[in-house]
C-alpha cells in the first residue's frame, strides 16, 4: 500500500510533462510559467525530503504519511481544477511539499517492520516501484491524453490520484502501526531545517530553472547554497556534540557502513538516469516526429527489465551485497553505449526496433542498482535515524537528477546547433553523458565493494585467532559454522 502511495508521488516528476503543450494551450501560459508546473513539484519535492524524514522519526511515521497523503490527494484536486497558471503552480507547490513528506517515511516504514532477508525483499519493491514510476510516466501520461482528449484533458493527470489516494488512506489507517506508546520524539532542530532549507533551495533552483535559462541568470545561488550547507554541517555537529537531536545526524556518513558510498552512488547514478528520460522525449518527439505515446512505449523494454530485476535483487542483495550494484552498473553502462551506438548509426525507422534489446539490458542493469544500493545504504542505519537518513539518500538522488535533466538536453541542444540539426548524433552524444555518470558510480561501488571484502576478510581472520586461543569459542563457532 505504501509503495503505491510511493509510485503515485514519483510518477508526478514525469507524468506531467507529456501534458505541458496541452496544458499550456488552455491556460494561455508562457513556456517560462508553464516550466513551473514540472520544476516547482521537483523543486518542493526536494526540500521536503530531509526535515519530513525527521518529523517523521520524532511524531511518527504513520502520523506523517496520514498528514502527507491527505495533503497530497487534496492538492492533486487543487491542481485539476485550477482555473489559472498561477493557481495550477501553487497548488504543484503544494503537492509537492506534500510528496516530499510522504517519501521518507516508505523507506522508513520498511526498516521498521522488516528485518534481514525481508528487508532486502522489501526495499526490492521498493527500489522496483522507484524505477518504474519514473520510467513509465510519459507512457501514462499519453494514456491518459489518449482517453481523455479534448480541451481540459490533462486535468486527468491530477484528478487520477484522489481516488488512489483516497483508497490509500483507508489501508494505511488500518494497516501502519502507530507509535509504540509511551516513546518520547525529542527536540526538532529549527535551525537546522532552515540552514539545510535554505541551502538545498539555492542549489536546486538554478538547476530545476536550467530550460528557462535558470544556470545563467541564477548562478550566484550555487556559493550561497555551498556556504549555507557548509554552515548546517557545523551546526549540527555541535548539536551532535551537545549531545541534541540533529535534522541529520553528520555519524550517518562518517561512522555508519555503506551509508556514505551508497548516497555517493546514488546521487551520480540518478544524474543520468533522470536525464535519459527527457533526452529520449525529445529525440523520439521532436527528432523522429513520434507522439508523446508512442515515445513512452518506446522506453518500456527499459521499465520492464528494471522492475523485473529490482525484484529478483531484493531477493540476492543479502547474499551478494555491493557486488550486486557493481553488476548491475556495468550492465547499464553496455546497455546505454549500445543504445547510443545504435541511436547514432541505424536508419531512423528502425531506431523503435532496435534499441529493445539495448534498453532491456541497461533496465535490467538499473534494477540491480537502485534497490539493492538503498537496502545497503540503510541496513546499518538505527531505526531511529531511519527517516532522516532516507530522507537524505532521496534528496542527494533529487540533487542528481536535476543535474541530469539540467545538462542532458544542454548537450542535446548544443550538438543539434554544431552538427545542423542532426537528431540522432545529439542525442547519442546526451546518452554520452549517462554513460559516464554510470562509470562514475561504477568506480564508487567497485571501492565499496573492495572495502566491504576487506572488511569481511579481517573479521574473519579475527574470528579465527579468537577461536585458536578460546576451544569453547572455537567449538561454538564450529558447532555454529555446521549448523548455518
Known sequence: MTLVVGFMTLLDVSIVSVALPSLRSDLGATPATVQWVVSGYALAFGLALVPAGRLGDAYGRRRMFLIGLVAFVLCSAAAGAAPSIELLVAARLAQGLAAGCLAPQNSALIQQLFRGAERGRAFGFFGATVGISTAVGPVLGGVILALASGPGGWRWIFYVNVPIGVLAFVLAVRLIPGRPPGEEHGRIDVPGMLLLGGGAFALLLPLVQAESGGLSRLWWCFPVGVALLVAFVGWEQRVVRAGKDPVFDPRLVTATRGYGPGVALGTVYFLGFSGI????????????GWSPLQSGLAVTPFAVGSATAAVVAGRLVE???????????????????????VIATVPAGATGWAIVPTL?????????????????ALRNVPVAMAGSAGGALQTFQRFGGAIGTAALPALYYLVLGATDQQYPLAAAAALSVAVVSSLAALVIGAFDWRHDRRIDRAQAEDQDERSEHDPDHRHTHDHAARMG
Open 277 to 288: 528520460w527527457l533526452t529520449f522525449a525529445l529525440y523520439f518527439q521532436t527528432g523522429l
Open 319 to 341: 547474499r551478494f551485497g555491493r557486488a550486486l550494484t557493481v553488476a548491475g552498473l556495468s550492465g547499464v553502462v553496455l546497455g546505454l553505449s549500445a543504445t547510443a551506438i
Open 360 to 376: 532491456l539490458l541497461a533496465g535490467i542493469g538499473g534494477g540491480f542498482v537502485i534497490s539493492p544500493n538503498i537496502t545497503l
